[in-house]
């Protein structure tokens, strides 16, 4: 049984550059997730005594999710999984094809990865669909990922719900993305929308702004290590939800439905965070809006999505940490500068906002019957 962990890599100025999964997959040899091309660059330009390949597209990559989860894997494989705790994994094996099967989830819920040779990823999917049939497992894809897994489960993603500076820490960072543009799509082809405007230093967060301080540890060298013992002392902003009012919602839509009234930039979309329409259009748009309190900046709003299981459009919000008390009603300006801007009430709510369903994942494990070969 191995380990993984998440990682994040930042600049000189605490910054996050990208973060992901670190997988140990043998003595001294690792496999990441999202860390490229941050990684190689970092590599690649140090002394260490460590190398790298790139394997992308080589490996498939299945993510089952839910209070099934386990259920659905163990009658696919028809084996007992029970031993795979939370951030470890191991490979079984299925008709002699080996699976990673890796337990992970981002909401604190049960759930699982595989993963395995693309060439046989067409026998392992239909054997997990099958089984995910059997216990009313649906498949949500990507769409399902941008839209609730990370706002609602209070899991602010790269990509999603900030920019990276990948073209604004230093030339040679720069030099060196530019000669990766495929990897670097999503800062290469940046459209900023909302009331933040083009003030890119805003967008950029540290861990201190998405709650991962508790990841950070001091006791070696890392770039940023001085820029966040810093910022430790007195960290600026902290991760929320901010739930949005419906009336002011509703009033900042009515204005696409008044004749000879300027209309404010749409909000009728269901979420921010959308890679297929972003894919689509070759281009990556990023959202933040200004929250204020008593006409005060204190943070960025970002993420918006309309909650359906909660009926209600929600954020999640990087603020100064003296405002940050559930309950508390802020400002929020909807509008990217030289479109009509409106203020919409927001609320302080719970984080993650999915909290009141989300279940301890060793326990989930504990309660589920062991498969029984039959």
């Not at 259009?281 to 943070?299: E, H, S, T």
Request: net charge negative; hydrophobic share 35%; charged share 25%.
């Amino acid at each position: 049984m191995k380990g993984l962990r998440h990682a994040i890599l930042c600049n000189e100025k605490g910054q996050i550059l990208t973060d992901g999964v670190v997988i140990r997959i043998g003595e001294d040899r690792y496999r990441t997730y999202w860390l490229a091309p941050v990684l190689a660059y970092l590599t690649e330009n140090s002394d260490m005594d460590v190398s790298g390949e790139d394997v992308s597209g080589t490996e498939y990559f299945i993510q089952i999710a839910g209070e099934k989860s386990l259920e659905i894997l163990e009658n696919a494989f028809e084996q007992d999984l029970h031993d795979i705790k939370f951030a470890r994994h191991r490979k079984v094996f299925v008709d002699g094809k080996g699976v990673e099967v890796i337990c992970l989830g981002m909401s604190g819920n049960l759930a699982y990865e595989i993963h395995g040779p693309i060439q046989e990823f067409n026998e392992i999917y239909d054997k997990v669909w099958a089984a995910g049939k059997i216990f009313g497992a649906s498949r949500l894809g990507l769409h399902n990922y941008s839209l609730f897994n990370h706002t609602e489960a209070g899991f602010p993603n790269i990509n999603l719900h900030y920019p990276l500076p990948w073209f604004e820490s230093g030339k040679e960072m720069a030099d060196y993305m530019r000669e990766h543009p495929q990897q670097s799509y999503y800062n290469l082809c940046r459209e900023l929308k909302g009331s933040v405007g083009d003030d890119l230093q805003s967008r950029f967060v540290t861990p201190y702004d998405t709650g991962c301080e508790g990841l950070i540890r001091f006791d070696h060298d890392f770039t940023g290590k001085e820029a966040l013992q810093k910022i430790a002392q007195h960290p600026a902003r902290t991760a929320i939800t901010l739930e949005w009012n419906g009336d002011d919602v509703a009033k900042v839509f009515a204005t696409m439905l008044k004749p000879g009234e300027e209309p404010c930039e749409d909000i009728s979309h269901e979420s921010e965070v959308e890679f297929l329409h972003n894919m689509k259009n070759n281009v990556f748009v990023y959202r933040a809006d200004r929250v204020l309190a008593n006409g005060k900046d204190i943070g960025i709003s970002s993420g918006r999505i309309i909650s359906y299981h909660y009926n209600s459009m929600i954020s999640l919000g990087f603020i100064d940490p003296a405002y940050a008390k559930e309950g508390t009603e802020l400002t929020l300006l909807w509008g990217t500068p030289g479109t009509r801007q409106m203020d919409i009430r927001v609320k302080v709510a719970r984080y993650p906002y999915n909290s009141d369903f989300v279940r301890n994942q060793d326990k989930n494990v504990e309660e589920i019957p062991h498969y029984t070969k039959k």
